[in-house]
Each structure stands twice: as C-alpha cells, then as structure tokens.
Antibody, heavy 119, light 108 residues
Framework: QVQLVESGGGLVKPGGSLRLSCAAS????????MSWIRQAPGKGLEWVSD????????NYADSVKGRFTISRDNAKNSLYLQMNSLRAEDTAVYYC????????????WGQGTLVTVSS | EIVLTQSPGTLSLSPGERATLSCRAS???????LAWYQQKPGQAPRLLIY???SRATGIPDRFSGSGSGTDFTLTINRLEPEDFAVYYC?????????FGQGTKVEIK
C-alpha cells in the first residue's frame, strides 16, 4: 500500500540544523510532486515546501525561505528537508505528503516527525 | 495569500446528527480548488474531499462537500463515533497553499 515514513526529527538548539527524511513505498515516487507540511503543537497546518517530480522546481513558504532546502532522490524513493538556522517557531511535527495533482491537494500524508527547537 | 476562516471553532453533536462545517476564503478560490481533511489525535490528516465536492478514495458517502467562490461547506450526515475529530479546509487555487484553522467536532 502507499506509505510515507518520516524520520530525522529531534531536539536541536536555536541556530542549529537538522535533516528530515521521508521514505516512500507502494508507488513510483518519480511520478509525483511532493511536499512538506508542518503543525506546531496544538496548532493548525502550514505548508512548508514542495518539489517537482524531477527536482527542477522547488517552492518555499516565506517563513522558511533561505533557511530550508527540499530535495529528493527518486532512485532511493526518498524525500528530504534540510533545515538550517532553526528557530523556536520552527518547532512542529513535520509531515511529508504526496501531491496527486501538482500544486494541489495532499494524499497521503506520513505519520510525521517532531522537531523541537529549544536551548 | 488567501486566508481561510473556519466556523464554528467547535461543534458539539451527538452520534447520528448532521454536522455542517464552514470554510470562508478571504478572496475567491480559483476553480473551486478546495480540499477537506480529517485529523484525529496523534494522527496525520486524511484527505476527505478535493475539488470542493469530489470524495477521495474510500471516503464514505456520508461526507459531502459543496460551495464555490469564497464559501465552502463540509457536511457529515449521520455522525458515526469515528467521525469525531478536527477538520481542516485547504485551498490550492493560489500560491501559497493555505489551510483553515480547523473545526473540532466533539461528542455532545
């Protein structure tokens, strides 16, 4: 079945870096755009970044532009999010999600990985 | 960016009742590019509706979406115990894609 599994979350100090991974299975990753979406504790959802199927196009929310980098390795069925210069307000559960239509809705989502930025 | 405002914040209903959730956009959503998701505690969101009214694969027909322009509605007929959750709307008609703040459907 279609499945997305995130990893790489954890506790990091302000100004630090972290790299999230998302392992895809049950579908051909190279056929789809992919996104990262985050949810601060007890809060709503915020789209963070997306990447086209061949990595030729990437897009970022203003809140992370210049600090986060999305990438993918279709041969390894994996999506990544490199997060630098982390701030307390980046604390959230980070979900990877497939875009069934480029720039569209998200389905499915992974189970999420928690990133906590705190000293 | 398009701001989505969901109402009410919390809906208290009993199993078997109908739930009507509203999502209002700050400007018209292009081509009715609006989706709805369900999220239960500790779980990832699950897609229910896309294109304002198309049910996702495997979603029961008691869930229906309607609306256009700036006003959209998610209706859940005959609430089942597993339907008590938080529901989010999301627009994908313009960049950046944005979500509403959520409506919690709780057991009365």
């Amino acid at each position: 079945q279609v499945q997305l599994v995130e990893s790489g979350g954890g506790l990091v100090k302000p100004g630090g870096s972290l790299r999230l991974s998302c392992a895809a299975s049950g579908f051909i990753l190279s056929d789809y755009y992919m996104s990262w979406i985050r949810q601060a504790p007890g809060k709503g959802l915020e789209w963070v970044s997306d990447i086209s199927s061949s990595s030729s196009y990437t897009n970022y929310a203003d809140s992370v532009k210049g600090r986060f980098t999305i990438s993918r390795d279709n041969a390894k069925n994996s999506l990544y999010l490199q997060m630098n210069s982390l701030r307390a307000e980046d604390t959230a559960v980070y979900y990877c999600a497939r875009e069934l239509s480029p720039g569209g809705w998200f389905d499915p989502w992974g189970q999420g990985t928690l990133v906590t930025v705190s000293s | 960016e398009i701001v989505l405002t969901q109402s009410p914040g919390t809906l208290s209903l009993s199993p078997g009742e109908r739930a009507t959730l509203s999502c209002r956009a700050s400007q018209s959503v292009s081509s009715n590019y609006l989706a709805w998701y369900q999220q239960k505690p500790g779980q990832a969101p699950r897609l229910l509706i896309y294109g304002a009214s198309s049910r996702a694969t495997g979603i029961p027909d008691r869930f229906s979406g309607s609306g256009s322009g700036t006003d959209f509605t998610l209706t859940i007929n005959r609430l089942e115990p597993e339907d008590f959750a938080v529901y989010y709307c999301q627009q994908y008609g313009s960049s950046p894609r944005t979500f509403g703040q959520g409506t919690k459907v709780e057991i009365k």
